[in-house]
């Protein structure tokens, strides 16, 4: 079964550097998500993205965070300057086949196993 | 953004059924209900999902009342590898999905 990778899956930065976590979503999805979770915590959205561009992003996603899909394969997360508080697990997912029809509802999230970043 | 709510924490019985409820009352009326769960250390899998029928497949069963309002996830003989946190998620926005603190699923041997 086609899955959603993840590299790397443990990413140590300093303060104030610049992280890219990459994912390779599903060949055939449409859309794609990051979200985050921090240790002991809940799992929070973060954005969206279809069509090259974001669909739909959270609070959390400021001027910090960017996504790209660079090579129609792969869907990348940059965080400009991370801050300690950025330390947490990232995840990739995506879903909706090409060609699958409306309702968009209809289609679960596949989600890859995260990178865990840790800025210190 | 339709809400939902799930007990904090549930055991069961190695081999046994498990049923794990969710609330949803303001749920819409073209919103599919979707399960996930989290095992310890890995990312959200997709679990089942559903917009009025009862559905089954190899991994759960979902019941969904008449009204939508609620639902419910049946594991039908749950093992230890079904310990996990659920989680019930209706859509919150167009392209996007919002995870609750979910329930905490404890099987004993």
């Known amino acids: 079964e086609p899955e959603v990778t993840q590299t790397p899956s443990h990413q140590v930065t300093q303060m104030g550097q610049e992280v890219i976590l990459r994912c390779v979503p599903i060949s055939n999805h449409l859309y794609f998500y990051w979200y985050r979770q921090i240790l002991g915590q809940k799992v929070e959205f973060l954005v969206s993205f279809y069509n090259n561009e974001i669909s739909e992003k959270s609070e959390i996603f400021d001027d910090q965070f960017s996504v790209e899909r660079p090579d129609g394969s792969n869907f990348t997360l940059k965080i400009r300057s991370t801050k300690l508080e950025d330390s947490a697990m990232y995840f990739c997912?995506?879903?909706?086949?090409?060609?699958?029809?409306?309702?968009?509802?209809?289609?679960?999230?596949?989600f890859g196993n995260g990178t865990r970043l840790t800025v210190t | 953004d339709a809400k939902t709510t799930q007990p904090n924490s549930m055991e069961s019985n190695e081999e046994e059924p498990v049923h794990l409820p969710c609330n949803h009352s303001t749920i819409s009326g073209t919103d599919y209900i979707h399960w996930y769960r989290q095992l310890p250390s890995q990312g959200p899998e997709y679990v089942i999902h559903?917009?009025?029928s009862n559905v089954n497949n190899r991994m759960a069963s979902l019941a969904i009342a008449e009204d939508r309002k609620s639902s419910t996830l049946i594991l039908h003989r749950a093992t230890l590898r079904d310990a996990a946190v659920y989680y019930c998620i209706l859509r919150a926005g167009t392209y996007k999905y919002i995870f609750g603190t979910g329930t905490r699923l404890k099987v004993l041997a």
């Open positions: 997912a995506s879903s909706v086949r090409l060609g699958q029809g409306s309702p968009w509802g209809n289609s679960p999230l596949h």
């Open positions: 559903g917009l009025t």
